[in-house]
């Protein structure tokens, strides 16, 4: 069945480093990914998506490129914020439309 | 725009009283709608999905229950609470008809506290 692995965090990094979050994705047919986060307490925020191969989705610095070849989305900044701080999904939509199918979560921790 | 409500925002419960979560969606019509429970530090399980008024698919066998009694309304419910139903839950909708394209979009979530 469809399903999505990222990296465990949590992941520590300090203010202006490179992030690299690893998203691969198991799915039947071509589907849509996404990556949300979410801050302490609140709901999912959709961060960026892509809808095809080779999309590149990106959205206040984060940027995620959809490699069917190696099946995965990861996600990139050049350089993080303490803002940044939070727990970011990988999620993808599978093929019947209905369901969405989500990573396990890695909090960034971001130190000034 | 859309938008999606979930309240209460945060309840206290003891063991054994019922339960009732409500989401409503406003901007949209016929939204899939999901409910979706989330445990301290982990992931998102599915708990509940609905494609249509009174379609309701179950994910994962429990005493919670799920009811859409219209269009852009979507209620969880427990008849008795128990320890475990503990959990940060969530509501979420997406758009029908899209060819799959389009996200979901989450409420603010409810934290549920079983004593």
């Known amino acids: 069945g469809d399903s999505v692995t990222q990296m465990e965090g949590p992941v520590t990094l300090s203010e202006e480093a490179f992030l690299t979050i690893n998203c691969t994705y198991t799915a039947t047919g071509y589907p849509s990914l996404f990556w949300y986060v979410q801050y302490p307490g609140e709901g999912l925020q959709l961060l960026l998506k892509?809808?095809?191969?080779?999309d590149k989705g990106s959205n206040k610095g984060f940027e995620a490129t959809y490699r069917k070849e190696t099946t995965s989305f990861h996600l990139e900044k050049g350089s993080v914020q303490v803002s940044d701080s939070a727990v970011y999904f990988c999620?993808?939509?599978?093929?019947?439309?209905?369901?969405?199918?989500f990573g396990s979560g890695t909090k960034l921790n971001v130190k000034p | 725009s859309q938008t999606i409500h979930q309240w209460p925002a945060t309840l206290v419960q003891p063991v054994g009283s019922p339960l009732s979560l409500e989401c409503t969606v406003e901007?949209?019509?016929?939204?899939?709608l999901y409910w979706y429970r989330q445990a301290a530090g982990r992931g998102l399980q599915l708990l509940f999905y609905s494609v249509g008024i009174g379609q309701i698919s179950s994910e994962v066998p429990q005493n919670l229950s799920a009811s859409r009694p219209q269009d852009r309304q979507f209620i969880l419910s427990s008849k008795k609470l128990l320890l475990s139903d503990s959990g940060f839950y969530l509501c979420?909708?997406?758009?029908?008809?899209?060819?799959?394209?389009?996200?979901?979009?989450f409420g603010d979530g409810t934290r549920l506290s079983i004593l």
């Open positions: 999620a993808l939509r599978s093929y019947n439309f209905n369901k969405f199918y």
């Open positions: 979420a909708w997406s758009e029908t008809g899209d060819s799959g394209f389009q996200p979901q979009h």
């Open positions: 901007g949209t019509s016929n939204p899939n």
């Open positions: 892509a809808t095809k191969a080779d």
